[in-house]
């Protein structure tokens, strides 16, 4: 067998691409004589060619689409494009200036000629160029996609539906105008979200108390997530070696990093700065704490960030571990000390109580997590976890005055809303993973933003709503669940217009275009629209909203519809039903990193617009893929286009070795050994089937045979239930592995017997085994099965079922009994070194079988206490013969306890199974593996056999006794 190098498989694909379309195989119509089942994926974003870590989403969907369609379903796969958003935008503005960095890429990671990225200056012509490059590849993947569905988001018919899905909102009050913080690129002046970034970070912020601290009229604001911990605050920290300046925010005089007053401009604050002084300045001034009006120091501090929050630090020792570390430190530093003329330390003041933490917590924690001075990185670990655990379990002390006794969370609530009403707090925003970096190389900040429109996923109701749809949905793999309670949750207003970008004018406000995670949440709906907008059956010419009310939500009426849209009064009933028969959408595939945003909008949006016996039924979340262990990344040179993959090592290849390696949502690592190796499994299939070809199906009535059907019917099962899991790496090895497996040892015990016959019952196996990967390897899968001489496509042969009838006991126990016993011989031949001529094998008397099957009914039943067993045994007449070899029954138990549960359970129903009709039948192999050995079968209680060296008596039930000359 060679390993598939030179083998065309391209050419496989051209003629099964071809087939496939000349057929009109994937193309889903309303059907009621069939189930529908409506899968979809997010679509892509066209400004690069795909590699192989897209393929992973699109191949799992793939695979889904393709085995409902197997097991019988009406399946509707379809595709879009989504153009929306800033990206390509500002992709065309660094062509247009000509930037290096850019072209480069487009040279040498995409192979682009020269002539195109010319045309890139006009950004439509990214889209349409990488739209067309993404297709080609989906198609040369075998993705079953309904390509009549297919649109773009900057389609006229596909602005309408927007527009309709924006007027909808706003009339149910969901949309508003409005001040809310954003994350924000200065340099594009644009709010960005996730497709926005590198690295598609989500700029996530958090809300910061800013607390005035007071020297004179000059005030020290230091930004804290945890206010209730004011009370504890010994000392404020600076950093000596930053830049701060004194600043007029908003009519107060400030004191705070260049930085800081930078960012308090984004969050609107009228900030003018004074002067500049450096920090090492004001170490060793006093300021005041505004919750008691006490008076402590400024120290100087390294771990204090200009570029987080203030830069300004106020320092709880007692419960911060920074805090005590830069104490500690401090202390031990009596150069420092002297230079600033620091003479007595301040000692923590510890605040919170909480389980676990006698002492000071932040010494605890740090001591736990072993770090040694302020700029370790364990610190920030002991940090969240101390957060955390006085956040839920903390509970305020005696000397916290009037908020002892209270909760930390209700502490932090009243000592905010004290401080903000007496005009000593404010609050300030930040982003949480910093930096975070716009796709046009700026630094993002967080924007206070005027005048912006917002969707407000902070709304009470809609959060209950998207709540009941999450809880009604299944979500794969279940333990990401909770991930969507809490961002359905934690989610707020959010801005859902830019001012520039390809995308829908926001019907209100043509200012404004719908940005790209709003204008992505509901349109699978659209799939149903796009379909008779391409075949020409519908002009878009005068639809109004009213078209969009009755088909999506059965609002007005056919008649009124076909007036007021010109269209005719069978198009309109024909797209209601047809959205009706395919909606909802049965499954969404996505990934994770869509989690936080399009996947929980998508969820959002649905409960706000539909009814809900059209809310989706089903998420599936992936993970991604690492390329040999490996994150992909351009620097690292490992990111490898997927058509130059499938050139390379063919579709199908591809398409399992991105699946084969992990489940659904744990990162796929792709190799290229692994894809090497299923390369050849591939065209070992390949050759098999076209053995079959001509020989007519049926299962011979050898041992052999019979277990092969019953193993058969047993992965079968298995295959099944891993699939309706979506757990494709368990589901794939079945198929592959398994299935392989089976098919050695029937060859093995055939080639023994000299069988010439095997080509029926191995028809079977290639027929079963062909059916199950046609999802996986759909190419190999139909040249397969077209090879065996089948007229149909396997696309519609039907997923095999498992029949519980051919299921054969006594074949699984009789091959179990010939694998453990040529396993025990060729071990035995391995140890003694015994190069044997005659091997005798001896079974179990009749008595011992007996007792067996007492032993492992009691087993069965869940009793394995030896003392308890033996006194039943011996109340029995029937065993009472055992007392006298007591030993024997602890053998048996030992015997049966390390026997896999399905043989336990297997000879637990077997009445009459003879050991010996198996071992003869498998004399040939027993004798081919033994140095062509004569083997000789005994019972143990055969007067006649032959057993010089008494080994007979030490058979037991299932451990047959062995000698050998
Ligand atoms: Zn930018």
Known sequence: MSDGTRFDWNAIEQKWSRTWKENHAFESDPDESRKKYFVTVAYPYPNSPQHIGHGRTYTVADAHARYMRMKGYNVLFPMGFHYTGTPILGMSRKVAAEDRDLLDTFRDIYKLPDDVVATFAEPVNIARYFHNEIKQGMKEMGYSIDWRREFTTIDRMYSKFISWQFRTLQKKGLIAQGSHPVGWCPSDQNPVSQHDTMGDVEPD???????????????????????????????????PEVEYVQAEVDGEKWLVSTEAARKLEFLNRKVRIVKTVKGSQIIGNKVINPVNNTEIPVYPASFVDPDSGTGVVMSVPAHAPYDFQALEDLRSDKKTREDFGISNIVTPIKIIESEGHPGIPAEEAISKFGATDQSDEKLEKATNELYSHEFYKGKMMQNTGRFAGMSVADAKNEIKSVLTKGGHADTMYELVKRPVVCRCGAECVVKILSDQWFLNYGDKHWKDLAHECANSMDIVPQDIRQEFDYVIDWLRERACARKSGLGTKLPWDPDWIIESLSDSVIYMAYYVIAKYVNSKEMSDDNITDTFFDYILLGIGSTERVSDECKLSVSTVQQVRDEFLHFYPVDSRHSGRDLVPNHLTFFIFNHTAIFDKDHWPQQIVVNGSVLMEGKKMSKSLGNIIPLRAAIREYGADTIRLAIMVSAEILQDADFSFDTAKGLRAKLLGILEMAAKCKGVKQGSGAELEDRWLVSRLQRVVAETTSSMEKLRMREA????????????????????????????????????TQLRMLSPFAPFTAEEAWEQMGNKQMIASAGWPVSVEERIDMVAEESEFVIASLLADLQNIVKVTKINPTKVAVYTSSSWKVRVYREILAKVMEGKTNFGEIMKLLIANPETAVLKNDPKLAQRMIDDILSAPLEARNRRLELKDFSEAAAITDAKTLLSDMTNNAEILVYSEEDSAKYDPKSKARSARPFKPAVYME
Not at 205 to 226: C, G, H, M, S
């Open 205 to 239: 912020f958090n809300e910061y108390t800013v607390i005035k601290f007071r020297a004179d009229d000059l005030v020290y604001p230091a930004a804290t997530l945890r206010p209730e911990t004011l009370l504890g605050v010994t000392n404020m920290w600076l950093n």
């Open 732 to 767: 794939i090895h079945h198929i592959l592995y398994s299935l392989d497996q089976d098919l050695q040892w029937y060859m093995k015990r055939a080639a023994a017997k000299k069988r010439d016959n095997v080509l029926p019952t191995l028809k079977e196996l290639v027929d």
